[in-house]
């Protein structure tokens, strides 16, 4: 069974620049998550989706973030313009049903804003 | 009310040693308590979870053990072997089925 894709790996970009990034949960999982996990901190959630609603979001900086989630499968987060506090990796996981226990992580992507 | 606390923040154990991580909460709601292992590079994985009607859990060399009167839980990690060298975080599952993470713990396992 294949895993979370996450792309890409690594981002680095100039404050004030955009930057999007793309997560492929497991298939047929109906709940997909968006992480922000900055250095020697847990993740944080950013955003939920079930299936392509959104289920929570209220930790998402709105004014700079956004996430959609098209027919229900890939994601995208987006951050415009991005700050240097964003410099974080983002984690997308993804389970079965938002009542289902475990959540699979894709490998994250590193992001660096300069 | 929210947060889960975990401590150490890093923690060295010589192989074959017992490596112990505690976290604790006040939510009495939280209704399911799991242990990730993260790799660098790697996303978070799950390791072991508990439930709160139950006092310990063992999977191979990894124990969870709950007290809920005292709203704590820890993992063991029995003969800790250097590929055990991770990060670790414990996380609580809040009524809205969100996970609310402990900020991790470092642990090094020396040969």
């Known amino acids: 069974e294949a895993g979370v894709a996450q792309s890409p790996r690594y981002k680095i970009i100039e404050k004030r620049q955009s930057v999007a990034f793309w997560c492929n949960p497991i298939?047929?999982?109906?709940?997909l998550y968006w992480y922000q996990q900055i250095l020697g901190q847990g993740p944080k959630l950013l955003i939920q989706?079930?299936?392509?609603?959104?289920?929570?979001d209220s930790q998402l900086p709105k004014d700079r973030f956004s996430a959609e989630r098209l027919k229900g499968v890939d994601s995208t987060l987006k951050i415009q313009p991005a700050k240097l506090e964003d410099s974080a990796v983002y984690l997308c996981?993804?389970?079965?049903?938002?009542?289902?226990?475990?959540?699979?992580f894709g490998p994250g992507t590193r992001l660096t804003v300069l | 009310q929210q947060q889960v606390k975990q401590s150490p923040q890093s923690l060295i154990v010589q192989k074959g040693g017992i490596s112990i991580i505690n976290c604790a909460y006040e939510?009495?709601?939280?209704?399911?308590f799991p242990w990730y292992q993260q790799f660098p590079g790697k996303g978070p994985a799950l390791l072991i979870a508990?439930?709160?009607d139950v006092s310990e859990k063992k999977e191979g060399r990894f124990t969870i053990s709950f007290n809920k009167s005292a709203k704590q839980f820890s993992l063991h990690i029995m003969d800790s072997q250097p590929g055990d060298s991770a990060t670790y975080f414990c996380?609580?599952?809040?009524?809205?089925?969100?996970?609310?993470w402990g900020a991790g713990t470092k642990l090094i396992i020396k040969p």
């Open positions: 996981a993804s389970s079965l049903d938002r009542a289902y226990n475990e959540q699979f």
């Open positions: 298939s047929g999982h109906a709940t």
């Open positions: 989706f079930q299936n392509n609603g959104v289920v929570d």
């Open positions: 939510n009495t709601a939280f209704d399911y």
């Open positions: 508990i439930r709160p």
């Open positions: 996380a609580a599952r809040a009524s809205n089925y969100q996970l609310i």
